[in-house]
């Protein structure tokens, strides 16, 4: 069965991109979702490389076991959050680094553009790691209005850019 990796942006469980995440690996597929945690990874610094960090050994592992990756974030001051950035920072220098494994960039965010700066950073920084990324462009914009009181993935636009997104996704695995 295909594995994709779901790296969250935020590291809040009330996150919007969390439920986001949610409603992607609840949804029936013929793919197996899995969160990968990154919060506990230090941060990245070159000189510790001699003698890799036990918890970014693990990481970079488990991420070369995916099939792909699905990256569902906020936009931070314009930018990618910290955390993922780290995330991603460890990946890029690693002999196991992603190099043409498919990825697809989710953002959201509670104005008008859906985070599309975090977006096209993203995008950026992936395809300079020599990652294949889907080249649907995903920002969902006033992310709050598109969930019911319970969680629940209201807007019917969202489910099915989600659910084509991901279809992308699925055709891009080789």
């Known amino acids: 069965m295909t594995t994709i990796g779901v790296l969250v942006g935020s590291l809040s469980q009330h996150a919007y991109s969390q439920r986001l995440a949610?409603?992607?690996?609840?949804?029936?597929?013929?793919?197996?979702?899995v969160q990968l945690n990154y919060d506990l990874l230090p941060l990245y610094n070159p000189d510790l490389e001699t003698e890799p960090i036990l918890e970014w050994q693990v990481f970079r592992s488990v991420v070369a076991q995916m099939d792909a990756l699905l990256i569902v974030t906020p936009e931070y001051n314009f930018s990618v959050p910290g955390g993922l950035k780290n995330a991603i920072d460890v990946l890029s220098v690693a002999s196991s680094a992603?190099?043409?494994?498919?990825v697809l960039v989710v953002t959201a965010s509670a104005g008008d553009r859906g985070g599309a700066n975090a977006n096209a950073h993203l995008q950026q920084l992936l395809r300079y790691m020599g990652m294949d990324v889907v080249n649907d462009w995903l920002t969902i914009g006033h992310v709050q209005a598109d969930f019911d009181s319970q969680n629940?993935?209201?807007?019917?636009?969202?489910?099915?850019?989600?659910?084509?997104?991901v279809a992308h996704l699925l055709a891009a695995i080789k």
């Open 22 to 33: 949610d409603h992607v690996m609840q949804t029936p597929c013929v793919a197996k979702f």
């Open 98 to 102: 992603p190099v043409h494994q498919p």
């Open 152 to 165: 629940r993935l209201v807007n019917p636009r969202v489910t099915q850019q989600l659910e084509q997104a």
